[in-house]
Each structure stands twice: as structure tokens, then as C-alpha cells.
């Protein structure tokens, strides 16, 4: 094994001290960058991107190469688990991810079970070992998966809404089949985080994109609960080194107390939250990861570095801040925009930390 | 003037007492309606039908021949403003409202006025005085407008955005020319809700259905200052009782408590915070109206009847609450469940009013 040679993101999300604020960018390996677009031409499509271990290897290691970056974080996509379990994934011009047989009736989740790590999904297993050996102990690797309700909505709905009807249909006419719908995700995304940390993935973190769309008892109810569930679930050493945890509820700023609770090592936070307000909420419990308003980096360099004094300042002094957007870089901002944003965290932040 | 039959929805509004919870829905004249979409066919299309008193009046009152409603709303569409202002709105198939004319730089925001509601605007104000006519006092009539920031939003994107790209940028790089918009909007708005005051409506309510995107400080900076300065703004008095000001900032919560120190009387709030927690951050300073889940209306009568109790038994005993969804009814929702919406209402609430 390796030494690695930069543990910042590791340290700083488990509240241990660092000399600077590390910092990734949610989507990192994206759209923004002319050679990601390149590797996915050569793909072909975006699952076919995800799916060649080669070159999901090649686009997570593209912005390490531009930018001084203290994490790298798998390509894949939170819809990976859903397609192994047989729905049918396919990506419409435009419209985003849909579902040819989406689930809508108990007897459809009885059909499901946890898809097998090195089995259907080994192509993701496969992309983690080879962008382990390409990273060569630079900066750790994290892995991902989508929350089991955020994997729900998706699945319920077959295709993008913006009304709910079928998956809140679902939660308030037979909450039953939800339950048990979010039970065989929750055991699969157990086993899919282990496979990934297994696989070489030196931290996790779980996406709950739609958890934000929930009244604060369904939230507590459909989500969080199977969150805590597979934090329980998860195996939290790997190669002699605790393995953090993150959780990231877009637009839960109002929940991180609950979500404090779960034994996460480090809460995600979008820019609608200050992290002064969220370190009082969490009560020091977790690190926090965010929160610069990815549409900043629209804004000029000088503008840019202004605003990341400011999430910077609003967390304040001591240990376990991460530094990250508060949401995916978008496909629109200059590369060098994101780049001012980097050096802003390393010319600035080491006032900040012991 | 005719006399107001049922006045519950403005005495709640200012925190009066009420023997039952007032009752409407916000977007109650739309698509989920046959009789609605039957009266926009013969319209032709969407502006068409607000341009028109007669069948704006009609698409008005159609919801209140179906259901025991307690207030009517003006139909008509928030961005009655900026195309009044020259900004040339169109509605593309499927994909909602654009301008042909975006406000890009500091020249385009130089070039525009406030519209005068008795000139660009008469039509609105038609429809206002032709629906108090065809009310004859059944229940109050609320008008509305788009907030500065959210009007703000339309004209500066052009279209819709999922990423916000040219008003954030414009925020972050050039916040003098986004000030200089959103004044002349809260200028424009004062005007054209006096106008609507004018010609009869009896309350007015500020939808800012994008003040939810913004970090904490822009929220402040660039949506609720210029709200304030609408309500400071407004004639608060007509036909010898106060016009109640309603606000409601879509994904808020977390600024319920500075909403209330702008001097409205009520706030809207939706689903995603407790009343509960709504009324201890507000601290009996407004009266709440909300807000039950849209998509409670897709489930069975029975569940809507639960979940209309918790919504009651959330904001608990006294007097200050309007019931009403945490947003826009959907279109897909069927109609008898929208009437089992309001029979929970006038069933369950007396026990909660003095």
C-alpha cells in the first residue's frame, strides 16, 4: 500500500487539526472541463462513461492535474445501484435520467434485492482500484452513493418532476412500500459503501439530493432514518485509518441537529445555511463541508476570493472544516474561475487553523 | 360598496379571531380545474387570458363555485410587470415564460420605468374592479405581484435557469446595477399593488418564489430589503379596513424571523417548516398562512383529512392562521381531492380558534 501523501480532507473531516482548509468541488470531474468533455465523446455516452473503469479513472484524475485539489472522488453516478437492480437506466436528450420500469406497487419492490458489489456493479469496484493505483498516494479517494429516499424518488418517479406525484403519492397513500422500497436500498447502499471501501475508497459520502423536498417528519421518517441506518452498517477502518462518513441533505440546513445525530463524521452544508449557524446547531459534534455558493465562480477572481474570505471566516477558528461549494460546480464556469477559487483557499485559510 | 359576507380570511391575516380556520389555495384558478382549461382554450393562450377582465374574472370565480373558499385571488401572472416594461414576454411549449429582451447590463436597467397600472397595466386592474363586481361581497378579493428579486430573476435569465447563471453572476460581479433593478421593481410593484388596492382588492400577498436560492446575507441584501420597501410603501387602508400584506418567500424558513420585522401582517410559509417552529421564530409578531404538503392532495380523502389535523395541530391553539398549501396546487391533483382539502378544514379547525 502506498503512503499517502496529503491526508488533509481525511484530518479535517474527522475534526482533526490541519495547517490549511483542504478543499474538493462537488462534481469536479464535470462538464466544465474541455478535457472531460473530450473523454466523454470518446465514451460515447454518460453511462458508457461510468461504466469503463479506464476512463472514469482518466476524468477523476483530470482536475488533480489542473488544480491543487486535496481530495479525488470517484466518477460514477448515483443511479448506478437502481440500473444494477434491473430498472432500465437510460439518459434522455435534455431531460436527464429516466427508468424503463420504474417502481410503483409493492409487488414491484418485491422484485428487488441488493445488487452484489463485485457482481453487477463491479464495474465501480473496478474504476476505485484503478484510480487508487493512478493516484499513487497523492490525495485520498472518495466514494460515493446516492441516500436511499433520493434513490427512491428517482426510482418511483421513472424520470425527472417537479411535482413528486408518484413517489409522495407513495409516502402519504402506502407508506408501507416505501418502507420497505427504502429498506432494500438502504441494505444495498450498505454493501455498496463497503464494496467501495473494500475497493480502495479511503472516505464515503452520501448524497440525499431531494431530502430537502420533505416536511421536517417525513424527512426524520423517509430519510434520515435510513441515512442512520447505513452509517451503522458502514465499515469505518480501512488500511489502519478511520474512514469519514459524510452527509450532504440539499437544502437541510434546518436539520443538520438531527442529521449531527447519526454518528456521520462530517455534514455537507449548501450556501442557504452560514456555517456559523450550522457550527451552533451541530454543536461541534461533526466537521462541516461547504458551503460557497457554486455561482460565485461566475463572479471575477477578486470577487471570488472576497466571498471564499467569507465562508472561510464564517466557520471561524479551530478544527473540521472542509472546504467545498455548497452544490456541483456548474458546466458554465471558466475552469480558471475554478482554479481562483483553490488558491483562494490556500492563501487564506491557514489563519484559520491551528 | 356591497358588504363582506365572510371576512374570516382578512381578520385571520391580522390575527383577529375567527370561529374557524379560513381556508384557499394558492394557484386555486388552474390546470387541476376542466372548467379552467376549457375557458383557456377559448382564450387561446396563457396571456391571453390574463389580458382578458372578462375571463380572468371567470377563471376567478370558478373555484369558488366548487368549493367553500374563503378568499378569491386575482387571476393573473406574476410577470404582468416586466412585460409591461417593454420587456417582450413570450411562453415557449413546454419550457414556461421568456423574454424576448433581457436585462443584461447597467444600460438595459437605465432604460426602464415603472409602469403605470392605470396604462400597461389597466387590464389587471379591470379584471380587479370586473371580479369585485361578480364577488358582490361573497368573500374578500387578494391581489399579488412578484417580488423585486424574483421578477428580477426572470428578466435578467431571460427564460428559465437551473443554475442562475447571469443574475448570480450579475449579483456577485456587478451588485450596483442589480440594486439599481431591483429599485425601480420595488417602485413598480408599490405602484401597481396601490393600483390593485385601488380598484378593490381588499389584502395583497408578495410571492418570492426564488428568495430561496440566496445565501443568508443576499436573501437580505437583495430580496428582503426590497420587500420591506414594498410594504412600507403600500396603502394599508381601504373601504374602511386594513389591507392585509401577505409575503411568502418559497424555501424560507429559515428567514421566517427577519420576514417578520419587515411590518407585514402575515407570512407565508411552506412544508418544509413546522408551524410550530414557524411561530416560535415569528413570536406572535404575524399571522402564518400554510401549509400543507401539494402533494398531500395526491393521496386518498382519509390521508388528506390526517394530514390537514397535523397541519392544525402544528400551529395550535389561538388566533393567526390561514390554511392553505405550502405552495401552488399542482395540475395532475383531482379536484374532489382539493374539496376534501377544504371540508377537513371547516371541519376540524373550530376546535383549534376561540
Redesign the interface.
Known amino acids: 500500500m502506498v503512503e499517502l501523501k496529503n491526508d488533509l480532507y481525511l484530518r479535517a473531516a474527522l475534526k482533526q487539526e490541519t495547517p490549511r482548509t483542504p478543499v474538493w468541488m462537488m462534481r469536479q470531474a464535470g462538464r466544465y472541463l474541455p478535457e472531460y468533455r473530450a473523454t466523454r465523446a470518446q465514451a460515447g455516452d454518460f453511462m458508457s462513461l461510468c461504466k469503463n473503469p479506464e476512463l472514469a479513472c482518466e476524468v477523476t484524475m483530470q482536475p488533480l492535474r489542473r488544480f491543487p485539489l486535496d481530495a479525488a472522488i470517484l466518477f460514477s453516478d448515483i443511479l448506478t445501484v437502481p440500473d444494477a437492480m434491473g430498472l432500465g437506466l437510460y439518459f434522455t436528450q435534455g431531460e436527464g435520467p429516466a427508468f424503463q420500469r420504474p417502481i410503483r406497487s409493492a409487488a414491484d419492490v418485491a422484485r428487488l434485492g441488493p445488487p452484489d458489489p463485485e457482481g453487477e456493479l463491479r464495474y465501480v469496484m473496478d474504476a476505485v482500484r484503478t484510480i487508487r493505483r493512478e493516484l499513487a498516494g497523492q490525495v485520498p479517494l472518495i466514494g460515493f452513493s446516492g441516500s436511499p429516499w433520493t434513490l427512491a424518488t428517482y426510482m418511483v418517479e421513472g424520470a425527472g418532476s417537479k ?3 408518484h413517489i ?2 407513495m ?3 402506502a407508506p408501507e412500500t416505501l418502507h420497505a422500497l427504502l429498506d432494500v436500498l438502504a441494505r444495498s447502499v450498505i454493501a455498496y459503501l463497503n464494496g467501495q471501501i473494500a475497493a480502495g475508497a479511503q472516505a464515503v459520502m452520501i448524497f440525499d439530493t431531494w431530502g ?7 424527512y426524520r421518517e423517509f430519510s434520515l432514518r435510513y441515512m442512520q441506518q447505513i452509517v451503522a452498517g458502514l465499515n469505518r477502518a480501512a488500511e489502519g485509518r478511520r474512514v469519514p462518513v459524510t452527509l450532504f441533505t440539499k ?1 437541510g ?2 436539520w443538520l441537529d438531527a442529521m449531527a445525530e447519526t454518528g456521520a463524521d462530517c455534514l455537507g452544508v449548501d ?4 456555517l456559523a ?1 450550522a457550527r451552533e446547531l451541530t454543536g461541534g459534534r461533526v466537521a462541516l463541508q461547504g458551503n460557497l ?4 465562480l ?3 477572481p477578486e ?1 471570488i476570493r472576497e ?1 471564499v474570505a ?1 465562508v472561510l471566516a464564517s466557520f471561524g477558528q479551530g478544527p473540521g472544516h472542509v472546504m467545498n461549494l455548497g452544490h456541483g460546480i ?1 458546466p ?1 464556469v471558466p475552469p480558471e474561475h475554478a482554479g481562483a477559487f483553490i488558491a483562494a483557499v490556500h492563501e487564506l485559510s491557514p489563519s484559520y487553523r491551528c
Do not use: F, I, Q
Open positions: 411535482t413528486y406525484s409522495k403519492g409516502l402519504y397513500d430537502g423536498v420533505l416536511s421536517p417528519a417525513c437544502n440546513g434546518a450556501w442557504t445555511t452560514d449557524r455558493d457554486p455561482a460565485v461566475y463572479a471575477r470577487r466571498e467569507k456548474t458554465d
